[in-house]
């Protein structure tokens, strides 16, 4: 199976603003349904938003409207946008299809808020 490769991530202030990308060798477009998932120091990991091959989106309570998912077909990427980061953001970052299939998780990539 092939893995996802996520990028993006860094050190950012709170109130600011990323766009990660998680990008695949192989065609997305037979996954019908996209996620974004993170996973925070001693927690575990949780859906953080999710999209389907059609746009339809869905996201956790604590990132809806700040965070926006989307994906290109096209480009095998599915992107996740995030503004007005909190501290409570800071996890790493890792885009799998939802439900998650246990072949296609990647390293992930560490969004750190922090001033």
């Known amino acids: 199976q092939v893995q996802f490769v996520e990028s993006g991530g860094k050190l950012v202030q709170p109130g600011g603003s990323l766009r990660l990308s998680c990008a695949r060798s192989t065609s997305i477009t037979s996954i019908l349904v996209m996620a974004w998932y993170r996973q925070a120091p001693g927690k575990q990991r949780e859906t953080v938003a999710h999209?389907?091959?059609?746009?339809?989106?869905n996201y956790a309570d604590s990132v809806k409207g700040r965070f926006t998912i989307s994906r290109d077909n096209a480009k095998n990427t599915v992107y996740l946008q995030m503004n007005s980061l909190e501290h409570e953001d800071t996890a790493v970052y890792y885009c799998?299809?939802?439900?998650?299939?246990?072949?296609?998780w990647g390293q992930g990539t560490q969004v750190t808020v922090s001033s």
């Open positions: 999209i389907t091959r059609g746009g339809s989106t």
């Open positions: 799998n299809a939802f439900p998650s299939v246990a072949g296609y």
